[in-house]
């Protein structure tokens, strides 16, 4: 099972032996996956995910339609009410199956007992929420590949008692188990829940806004009063980093891949692989214990002539599998998990930013033996190589659209020039040792 590494930091994986090894989360949206594909389908994903590198998949037990649109097979309860569990609908099977099949390719399964929508609407509720929480621990508490992740996309305020209620039941009854909360968007976990005891590491959702879009009049805009951080996604990790007490944070939202900007105009641009490499490389740079991509395809499993297809989705769910950026989240596992990571920090001081800001502003990431700096927008730059705890010898350009490194060694001149990558984009990664 996961547990939070020592450093209270990152997570880690237990070994045989009971040690524990740090874990970097890898995630992808997959929302719809119970409700939506069979169980060779699951397999096919899972079997791409497992190739990306891809370590947690965030899946949704039960959503809008295992309650509301019940057709016998995917009824999940009875009556709207989660003190009644449908026993024989085979649904839960399905679940046991899914989990079994994730486990079978390494993935581990980020569970969301509801959707928020549940709670807005009174089906989860004070009453029945430690009989629900009871169950789930009980049904899936055993298993190592399991990991709750409480909310969906919604306010903590927003049922607080009953997140708090589920939350303390599943600990109680399946302790080793970590539990985390998917917020609303521009939001996170840590302003409600981080001094609970049942909530083990902090998730984030930066969203799916442009630095100009931050009051859009729809559902989903933010109240006045909290922080918007456009596109600076990595403010949030900083900022929840400086909680106390502390704990791990992450990602758990970010822009889709291939999803309109701002999400509800679909004549805006959609949000491509450049867009979710900068958002990961940015947090986990930042500190983040990891980091979840999603498509918007992915995300919804999208069918042709889907009845339910939201954000004006068009690339069906097998062949979104091929989308680029899913490919290059594996590409920074590969990097992370080349170094030591866990013993790695923000490191403001080797880069001179005064003045530069949003896509210009570059981001560092260092450890004992080790630097990463990620440049989005391609601007030369300077290195302050005082700020390092080591002498570096060497100097190579990684490229985050292609995963390999360029085949010479860059000096350490003065001012440093950045190359295209192999996509003819900006963006470029340094790596010091």
């Known amino acids: 099972m996961l547990a939070v590494y020592k450093n209270n930091k990152n997570l880690a994986k237990k070994d045989i032996s009971g040690e524990l090894k740090p874990f970097f989360w890898l995630g992808d949206t997959a929302w719809l996956l119970a409700q939506k594909l069979t169980a060779d389908e699951a397999n096919v994903y899972f079997a791409d995910r497992a190739e990306k590198n891809f370590n947690v998949i965030q899946t949704v037990l039960v959503h809008n339609m295992n309650v509301e649109e019940p057709d016998g097979k995917i009824t999940a309860v009875l009556d709207n009410d989660f003190s009644k569990i449908c026993s024989y609908s085979g649904y839960w099977e399905k679940i046991d199956t899914l989990v079994e099949m994730a486990a079978g390719y390494g993935l581990y399964m980020g569970l969301l007992p509801v959707w928020g929508s549940m709670v807005k609407k009174g ?70 829940f981080n001094d609970c005891g049942w909530l083990d590491f902090n998730m984030f959702q930066s969203g799916h806004r442009r630095y100009d879009q931050s009051s859009l009049g729809f559902w989903d805009d933010n109240n006045v009063s ?10 949030y990790v900083r900022r929840e980093l400086a909680r ?17 900007q701002g999400l509800h105009d ?16 940015w947090s986990v740079f930042e500190g983040a214990c990891g980091h979840t991509y999603g498509d918007n395809a992915i995300m919804q499993f999208y ?3 889907d009845k339910d297809a939201g954000y004006n989705v068009k ?83 990684y490229d985050p659209a292609s995963g390999v490194f360029l085949d010479k060694e860059t000096a350490f ?15 470029m990664i340094l790596v010091l040792k």
């Open 123 to 192: 089906y989860l509720n004070a009453d029945n929420a430690e009989s629900y929480g009871k169950y789930l621990a009980d049904r899936y508490g055993q298993h190592e590949n399991v990991i709750w992740i409480l909310g969906g996309d919604i306010r903590g305020e927003t049922g607080f008692d009953v997140w708090n209620i589920l939350g303390n039941t599943i600990k109680k009854y399946a302790p080793e188990q970590l539990v985390t909360f998917h917020p609303f968007g521009r939001t996170s976990s840590a302003m409600w």
């Open 303 to 305: 069918r042709e002539n």
């Open 244 to 260: 106390t007490p502390l704990k791990p944070v992450l990602d758990g939202e970010p822009s889709y891949e291939n999803i309109p």
């Open 413 to 427: 001149s003065d001012v440093i020039d950045v190359p295209k990558n192999s996509s003819g984009e900006s963006d």
């Open 315 to 397: 690339t069906c769910w097998r062949e979104a599998l091929n989308d680029p950026g899913s490919a290059q989240m594996g590409y920074l596992y590969n990097l992370m998990t080349s170094v030591n990571f866990q013993d790695g920090k923000h490191n403001d001081n080797l880069i001179n930013n005064g003045g530069f800001t949003k896509y210009d502003r570059i981001t560092a990431f260092s450890g004992k033996d080790f630097a990463l700096i990620y440049n989005y927008s391609g601007r030369s730059f300077e290195l302050n190589l005082e700020a390092l705890e080591f002498k570096p010898v060497s100097a190579r350009w």
């Open 226 to 235: 909290e922080d918007f951080y456009g596109e600076d996604n990595w403010r």
């Open 266 to 281: 679909f004549s805006q641009p959609l949000w491509k692989a450049k867009d979710v490499r900068r958002y990961a490389y």
